[in-house]
């Protein structure tokens, strides 16, 4: 069995605003890693043209997120951080992986059906062949493990599949086996609009989400004016059942506050949405105030921000090079 370093890769797309959704869901939990493991985060910029950006807001919003990662205490000392499109190991790896995969697996993957909806005909290509290029991603770098929501869980037993198969067609046992970091509670931020709707960057309400270049007062205000019901507040989260809102708005103190949804629930127990959502906005000011200016400062300052991209484009190429070299002579390609 060939042993690999403990390695985690994530991604984010550029593709709209980042989100208090991104920040809770995923960006956050990176930071306790970066100690433990050799860490990777990628802006994923191919992702985010399977379905149609504009090139001046692609632009910016890859420096957006790759900001957002370092307000939110992504060590550019301590994680290799960069935009897929730059490292050419990714494009290439998913080509191979387009020819591993099988047609009937991507058949079955619902955020394909999710996204293209009605009208597969007319979706890219690149929409259908998502999860090849995701599994590029990890696997160009050997990667062992994902920190990922549970919406992308398919995804990455797809990658799983893909490993699999690669190293039982060429018989090596060349990619691990890469196991999926879940992280406590999981953090499913919902809008806050519709408690049953995932808090997202494409929602036309701008009142559903908070976004990370949202200043103090705008983040206060949207609190303010989430939806809740009229109830009070009961003593577990078991009894919050059908009130899919109120759920919400109670993991997401939890998460800002990094304590259990039980235990806040029960400390507000009796009391009504009024003052909890006073709490509530006070609490996310405190929690995000400091990391949206961050942002806000870093994106002033593009120099700073494109060389520590360039930079992470160089140490990512310098480790996927060498992997991809071998993944060619696996497959059969000539070295002239
Ligand atoms: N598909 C992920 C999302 O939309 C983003 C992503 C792309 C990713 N490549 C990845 C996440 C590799 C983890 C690992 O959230």
Redesign the pocket.
């Given at each position: 069995m060939t042993v690999f370093k403990q390695r985690v890769?994530?991604?984010?797309?550029p593709s709209g605003n980042l989100t208090l959704g991104n920040y809770l869901g995923?960006i956050k939990n990176w930071v306790g890693l970066q100690d433990t493991y050799e860490t990777i985060f990628?802006v994923?910029d191919l992702?985010a043209i399977t379905t149609w950006q504009d090139p001046d807001i692609l632009r910016n919003a890859t420096r957006e997120v790759a900001a957002g990662m370092i307000a939110s205490g992504v060590d550019p000392k301590k994680s290799i951080i960069f935009n897929?499109s730059q490292v050419s190991a990714h494009a290439e790896l998913a080509w191979i992986f387009n020819c591993v995969a099988r047609m009937g697996w991507l058949n079955r993957m619902t955020?394909f059906k999710e996204k293209a909806g009605k009208n597969r005909e007319r979706a890219s290509v690149g929409l259908y062949v998502?999860?090849d290029?995701?599994a590029a991603?990890?696997l160009a770098y050997q990667?062992t493990h994902?920190?990922?929501?549970a919406?992308?869980k398919q995804?990455?037993e797809l990658?799983r599949d893909i490993a699999q198969k690669f190293n039982s067609d060429y018989k090596v046992d060349f990619f691990p086996e890469v196991e999926p970091l879940i992280f406590g509670e999981a953090t499913r931020v919902m809008s806050l609009r519709d408690g049953n709707a995932k808090m997202s960057k494409s929602d036309p309400s701008e009142n559903s989400r908070i976004n990370l270049t949202d200043d103090r007062d705008l983040i206060a205000k949207k609190i303010r004016k989430a939806r809740t019901d009229s109830e009070p507040l009961p003593a577990t989260m078991d009894d919050l059942d059908g009130r899919a809102e109120a759920k919400n708005l109670i993991n997401i103190f939890a998460a800002l506050s990094d304590r259990k949804a039980g235990e806040v629930c029960a400390e507000y127990e009796g009391k009504g949405f009024a003052d909890f959502k006073r709490d509530l906005a006070d609490l996310s000011v405190e929690v995000l105030g400091p990391i949206t200016e961050e942002m806000s400062r870093l994106m002033s300052e593009k120099t700073y921000l494109d060389d520590i991209l360039r930079d992470g484009v160089h140490k990512a190429d310098e480790l996927s090079q060498p992997i991809l070299r071998q993944i060619h002579d696996i497959v059969g390609f000539l070295r002239p």
């Open positions: 890769f994530s991604g984010v797309q995923a990628c994923v992702h897929q955020q998502y999860p290029l995701m991603d990890i990667a994902v920190p990922v929501g919406d992308q995804h990455l990658t």
